[in-house]
């Protein structure tokens, strides 16, 4: 399984970035994918995860009510819409996904298999 992200870049504080994860090599339509980040001297932290019919979704509580995930599953690909962004929003931001049926703990980088390579996201104020 390879995972390709894309999207990233330098946004103002209150502006809107959309990030995309493109999977290949594998049919990912079953399992759980998520986004993370780490911003510098941080650890890599849970953002957003969506379930593989893509009817649950989830969310850290720093982003809720401003980003969105969603998923085509004929495409093979997720992506991660932020919008009101602020400068605490700064970090590389990687996609995985997760080769499991159940959501298991969804929030935990150790319960994903393979990862992007990351995007950068950088926002000024």
């Known amino acids: 399984v390879q995972l390709q992200a894309s999207g990233g870049g330098l946004a103002q504080a209150g502006g809107s970035l959309r990030l995309s994860c493109a999977a290949s090599?594998?049919?990912?339509?079953?399992?759980?994918m998520g986004w993370f980040r780490q911003a510098p001297g941080k650890e890599r932290e849970f953002v957003s995860a969506?379930?593989?019919?893509?009817?649950?979704?989830y969310y850290t509580d720093s982003v809720k009510g401003r980003f969105t995930i969603s998923r085509d599953n004929a495409k093979n690909t997720v992506d991660l819409q932020m919008n009101s962004l602020k400068p605490e929003d700064t970090a590389v931001y990687y996609c995985?996904?997760?080769?499991?049926?159940?959501?298991?703990?969804?929030?935990?980088?150790?319960?994903?298999?393979?990862w992007g390579q990351g995007t950068q996201v950088t926002v000024s104020s």
């Open positions: 995985a996904v997760r080769l499991a049926y159940d959501i298991g703990n969804y929030y935990s980088a150790n319960n994903y298999n393979y």
């Open positions: 090599g594998r049919t990912l339509s079953s399992y759980v």
């Open positions: 969506v379930t593989g019919s893509g009817s649950r979704t």
